[in-house]
């Protein structure tokens, strides 16, 4: 099954290779390989879900296939295969804007289906160095697609996140390394294999644990975008062609949370785990109200919205951090609604920029004449990440914070605090854009039906689940809780 | 057989020398000078790794210090100086918040931070007479390299701060475990992956777009037209 993957998708890097299409339809043509390498993976996670013994293991079990990596590749098949649509008419409309050149499509295309490969292998990963690797290596591509684009700025961000997130991940490998030789003090051989991890932990130093995870957690945390170390975000995701933004936030934070949901549920065999209990919801917090005291006074709708994912992010580890089988089984399904919200966001912001030329609130007038489904997009997404009834995120936010109340009140208190300050600040605004009108400096942009349809989908996609929750799903998180050893 | 006390001594010697490739580069200013100090400390770290594969023959270690050497040693500092040379700047003058001598003082006060804190958790590990200064040192010379990322303000600066981060972190691993062969071979790839994308995008920030982009194909040859 998985070399299936890796063969479908270096046929379809091959025939990136190919010179077939003059430069003119050059952009579709490789759009099209990466709708066909999405669309494939997506079938391809779905059969190892239902045909594939779980877990299994592969590659000398390097790799496994268990019901949490099927659910992160799920997801993030997903999320590319609508961004592959969305990106037929915006690399489009972004060539012929000059901000990105013809020649610069195929290095775009092939980082871009290469970021599919390497997330989809992230998540199959048993063996923590592997993953490590391969964390290491989302961050190289999506440092391309973000420099891809014809601006110095860009250049900036990417070098910027490029440096936090692999600087905190050198402190990952120390932590790898002591855990590797914790292992090998314990049973006499050295592994960083999770399933074996899981087995032992028990048996190791639950001081020398809590030292090695802090290690470990600085770089998984860099790269889900933990305060402190979430500085490289916003400006990435806000600098990023939106169709790369929605990867990043989408798809690339959740590979760093799912790390620390697998250390944590190694840790919770410890002795250790209240203490990482501890550490996990004090950087949540920490994390929550730092994105939130940033978001009042944002006048870019990208930055916004990267805050917002910040916000989730910190959300998610005080989720991990409760650690009782509820809390985590909201938190995986908090995981594919932030992901879904998200998705509708960036793609609503990308259709205002190709409108407006500007990620500035202020700049944006008239925006139901001129682009009516992105501005529903922006209100129902700015709804739904707060976390209004019948959308997805309420349920899991609810959820979670009634955990929180058997927990700690305090702590609840704080964090329905800093909610109240996130929802302010989208309800601003909104507020201010929506009634603008002015002078149109710009032609009507007509939105393409390939960016159209992605939108109304996720618009579907949102409602459903916020309404009603599928029995298959519901038995797939139980069964990933009860496979964590929850 | 080589009698371990010896081999003890000569790695102490080492440690010596990467102490004082660290301090040069916490505080030198000219570009050229840098590149090639961190090519020296390289190469004392690929000596380290020999001389512990003499200590206790694993052949992992000898393939390390090989690995060491071909990619530190020499691509990485030939990447750099090519890129280096297109870009003009031979000095990085400007020092954030801290001096060279200010940086010594840090870096040395790090070295006790670091002996202090590890002495509570890691001598549980190994009883090996080298395994704690190792370790101590190696993970302080990865904050000394992450000293040079915050303090200086050329990118190329910043880069060989990362680098030697790196050395740093090479250097524990050295001595509290080493993991299997294939994944230090992967890691090693990784890392000189993301060197040469931080020097090229360093590139493009003080040259006009066109031209990093240009520079940009030509590492990704086959996507180039």
Excluded at chain 2, 79 to 85: D, E, H, L
Excluded at chain 2, 123 to 130: G, H, I, K, Y
Aim: charged residues 10%; proline residues 3%; positive net charge.
């Amino acid at each position: 099954m998985l070399l299936a993957y890796i063969i479908s998708g270096l046929v379809i890097m091959g025939f990136m290779l190919l010179r077939f299409f003059a430069p003119a339809r050059r952009a579709d043509y490789l759009n099209s390989l990466a709708i066909a390498q999405s669309a494939i993976f997506l079938i391809l996670s779905i059969a190892s879900l239902i045909y594939i013994p779980q877990p299994s293991f592969f590659f000398s079990r390097y790799l496994m296939i268990d019901q949490l990596a099927v659910y992160g590749a799920l997801i993030s098949c997903g999320i590319f295969l609508l961004a592959s649509f969305y990106a037929r008419g915006y690399v489009r409309r972004l060539v012929e804007l000059h901000d990105i050149e013809v020649r610069e499509l195929r290095l775009f295309y092939a980082a871009y289906n290469l970021l599919l490969i390497v997330v989809v292998f992230a998540f199959y990963c048993n063996n923590l160095a592997l993953f490590w690797i391969l964390l290491e290596l989302t961050t190289i591509l999506s440092a391309v697609l973000i420099v891809t684009l014809n601006a110095k700025e860009n250049i900036v961000a990417a070098l910027k996140y490029v440096f936090t997130a692999s600087t905190a991940m050198l402190f990952s490998i120390i932590g790898l390394i002591i855990l590797f030789a914790l292992t090998k003090q314990a049973t006499g051989v050295g592994t960083l294999n999770w399933d074996v991890l899981m087995q032992q932990a028990a048996s190791m130093s639950p001081r020398l644990f809590t030292f090695a995870f802090v290690f470990i957690f600085i770089g998984f945390a860099a790269k889900a975008g933990i305060v402190p170390f979430h500085t490289w975000l916003p400006q990435a995701h806000a600098k990023a062609p939106s169709v790369i933004s929605v990867l990043l936030s989408a798809v690339l934070l959740n590979i760093g949370i799912f790390g620390v949901l697998r250390l944590y549920a190694v840790a919770h065999q410890t002795a250790a785990w209240h203490d990482v209990s501890l550490i996990l919801i004090g950087f949540g917090v920490l994390t929550i109200a730092v994105a939130a005291l940033s978001m009042l006074p944002r006048g870019n709708v990208k930055k916004l919205v990267a805050f917002s994912s910040i916000e989730h992010m910190g959300f998610l580890l005080v989720g991990i951090g409760l650690g009782t089988p509820l809390a985590l089984f909201w938190v995986l399904f908090h995981i594919l609604a932030h992901a879904l919200v998200k998705t509708l966001l960036f793609f609503s912001a990308g259709i205002l920029h190709q409108q407006y030329h500007s990620n500035q609130f202020e700049d944006m007038k008239d925006v139901f004449t001129l682009q009516p489904l992105a501005a529903w997009g922006l209100i129902v997404g700015s709804m739904a990440i707060i976390g209004v009834p019948i959308f997805p995120v309420f349920l899991s936010k609810l959820n979670i914070l009634t955990e929180l109340a058997d927990y700690s009140l305090p702590v609840l208190f704080i964090i329905l605090l800093c909610f109240l300050i996130v929802a302010a600040a989208f309800a601003v605004i909104l507020i201010r854009t929506i009634p603008q009108t002015g002078e149109i400096k710009h032609e009507p942009y007509r939105v393409s039906v390939s960016m159209k349809l992605p939108i109304m989908f996720l618009f579907a996609g949102i409602v459903i689940l916020g309404v009603y929750f599928p029995g298959g799903l519901h038995n797939m998180l139980v069964g990933i809780v009860n496979s964590l050893g929850f | 057989m080589i009698n371990l006390p010896v081999l003890d001594d000569i790695t102490k010697i080492l440690f010596v020398l990467v102490l004082a490739t660290a301090a040069l580069i916490i505080t030198i200013r000219t570009l050229t000078s840098l590149l090639n100090i961190y090519s020296i400390q390289s190469w004392v770290i690929a000596a380290v790794a020999f001389v512990l594969y003499l200590k206790n023959g694993s052949i992992v270690l000898l393939l390390l210090a090989i690995l060491t050497i071909a990619s530190k040693a020499f691509l990485v500092p030939f990447v750099m100086r090519r890129i280096q040379k297109s870009m003009h700047i031979k000095r990085d003058l400007e020092f954030r918040y801290l001096t060279p001598i200010g940086s010594i003082l840090v870096g040395t006060a790090m070295i006790f931070l670091v002996y202090w804190s590890f002495s509570q958790f890691l001598p549980e590990l190994s009883s090996e007479t080298m395994f704690f200064p190792g370790a101590v040192i190696g993970v302080s010379l990865a904050l000394m390299g992450m000293m040079v990322i915050f303090t200086r303000k050329q990118m190329i600066t910043k880069i060989l701060g990362y680098l030697t981060m790196e050395n740093g972190v090479l250097l524990f691993s050295l001595f509290v475990a080493e993991l299997s062969f294939i994944i230090e071979l992967l890691i090693i790839l990784d890392l000189v992956m993301l060197i040469v994308l931080a020097t090229v995008l360093a590139f493009g920030i003080d040259t006009s777009i066109d031209e990093f982009h240009d520079k940009l194909n030509s590492f990704t040859l086959w996507f180039k037209e």
